[in-house]
């Protein structure tokens, strides 16, 4: 529990840091397990107030009905503001991961949260990424500061040294922060037990109609699409 409260205090800190000292923000939520703790910790960082940024959500337009109704459902019962953003291009040329493989990535996920950061003109999102993750992960900064089009420069990463957070940005720079950085999985499940977090269903197993293909069980969620 001690090592636990020690992860939310320091979290919710460099959450209310960001907040007071850039303007605008956004949390992107993939609905995933982490960025859902970190939606949550933001609810504590500002209550009783409403969280003060919005949730921004990459619809990659093959997303499960479950997750989209999980999606809705938490953020009008937390009172955040939801922003769904999609590749309508892609979306109308029929981009899919079965057809298109790894540039399906790219095109319905990578390419419309860039346009989504562009157009919202946000100086700072969080992120739910963890230091435990990969070996890349390891050399990001809580405030991970951006040059022009997103990129990441590992070797222009500012020194982070007392848990001091320099966040000022130079013209054409954005700032992605995180959290989450000093989590582990574990802390996150055990956050989540432990706060009786409600994850997307998806994470828990039960009985879903299946088709088989080329050897795959794949779960029926659009029959026009099977």
């Known amino acids: ?6 992860l939310e205090s320091q979290s919710v800190y460099i959450l209310r840091e960001a907040f007071n000292k850039l303007d605008p923000l956004g949390l992107p939520w993939s609905l995933g397990k982490d960025s859902t703790v970190m939606a949550h910790l933001a609810m504590r960082a500002f209550y009783p107030g409403k969280p003060p940024f919005p949730l921004l ?4 337009t093959w997303e499960f009905q479950s997750l989209l109704d999980f999606r809705d459902a938490f953020a009008a019962k937390f ?29 319905m996920r990578t390419a419309p949260l860039r346009d989504a950061l562009d157009q919202g003109g946000y100086d700072i999102i969080f992120g739910g ?10 050399k990001e900064r809580v405030v991970s500061i951006r040059q022009a089009s997103h990129a990441w ?34 802390d996150i499940w055990s ?3 432990l706060r009786n977090i409600a994850l997307a ?7 879903r109609p299946v088709i088989e293909r080329g050897g795959a069980l794949i779960v029926v969620d659009d029959e026009s699409r099977m």
């Open 153 to 186: 420069e590992p070797r222009a990463q500012r020194p982070e040294l007392w848990r001091l957070y320099n966040s000022r940005l130079g013209k054409g720079q954005t700032a992605r922060v995180f959290p989450l950085s000093n989590w582990t999985e574990t």
């Open 129 to 138: 990424g963890r230091r435990d993750e990969e070996k890349s992960r390891a």
């Open 1 to 6: 529990m001690d090592h636990l409260d020690a």
């Open 79 to 107: 009172g955040f503001k939801l922003i769904a953003w999609a590749n309508e291009q892609g979306r109308a040329a029929g981009i899919n991961p079965f057809d298109h493989g790894e540039r399906y990535t790219d095109i």
């Open 191 to 193: 956050y989540a037990l």
């Open 57 to 60: 959500h990459i619809d990659s």
């Open 201 to 207: 269903p998806l994470y828990y197993a039960e009985p």
